[in-house]
């Protein structure tokens, strides 16, 4: 009988595993941070997507996306590259968003958000949660700003490389002159599908939202293997 593994548990370098671990070092110095997440933005689509989280506190949110400029605070820090405190989350935060919604119900006190900014291009952003309120002092948000270094660093790597596959692959095509299998919009459509797929498996595979993003990211590489074999073979 054949058997799965969750995919998270089989790499021990994944992205979700580096945060979990940058959490527990944070812990020594700041208790009450509870949660730190990362969500990654999509430019073409708009998207601004979950993607890994360490949370100690309330349950993670997962699966969701939401369109960049329909969250106009948002927006505001990708677009002046500017970090934002909420000393009072009870206070300063009102439903009627999924996220807002979400947020409320995990009884967290105070956030810091930290966009993710690489080589002048926004990637997405850090949230940091605390059980605390006013637990954002400056002095805390430069440490936490320099500290966050690392993993987005690792976020924009990982990011950066998955981009470079695939364009290496169309090249390769266009180099050999081969006939490109697929337009541009069938691949968009097959990262959509593979997505949409991906989100609606059984639970029991234990696809996380890092794990879907690489489904999303690599499958347009889904047929690389048909690159130089000849139409007669393919049909």
Request: proline share 4%; charged share 20%.
């Amino acid at each position: 009988m054949t058997s799965f593994q969750p995919l998270h548990s089989v790499t021990s370098q994944s992205l979700t595993r580096k945060l979990q671990g940058f959490h527990e070092a944070l812990l020594a110095d700041y208790p009450h941070i509870c949660r730190l997440a990362c969500a990654i933005y999509d430019k073409p689509t708009d998207v601004l997507k979950t993607f890994i989280n360490s949370t100690r506190q309330g349950h993670a949110i997962a699966g969701y996306e939401v369109k960049l400029q329909d969250t106009p605070s948002l927006l505001h820090l990708a677009s002046h590259q500017q970090s934002r405190v909420i000393d009072d989350i009870s206070a300063e935060i009102h439903g009627g968003s999924v996220h807002s919604d979400w947020l409320l119900e995990q009884g967290y006190m105070s956030s810091f958000t930290v966009p993710i900014i690489r080589q002048d291009q926004f990637l997405g952003f850090v949230f940091i949660d605390s059980v605390e309120k006013d637990s954002f002092t400056p002095s805390i948000q430069r440490d936490l700003i320099m500290r966050c270094a690392s993993i987005c660093d690792a976020i924009a790597n990982e990011l950066a490389a998955a981009h470079l596959l695939v364009a290496t692959a169309s090249a390769i095509r266009s180099i050999a002159n081969l006939r490109d299998f697929e337009t541009g919009m069938h691949l968009t459509r097959m990262a959509e599908l593979s997505k949409l797929i991906a989100r609606n498996l059984p639970a029991h595979f234990g696809l996380t939202d890092e794990d879907i993003e690489h489904i999303y990211l690599f499958s347009p590489l889904h047929d690389i293997g048909k690159i130089g074999i000849p139409d007669a073979i393919l049909q």
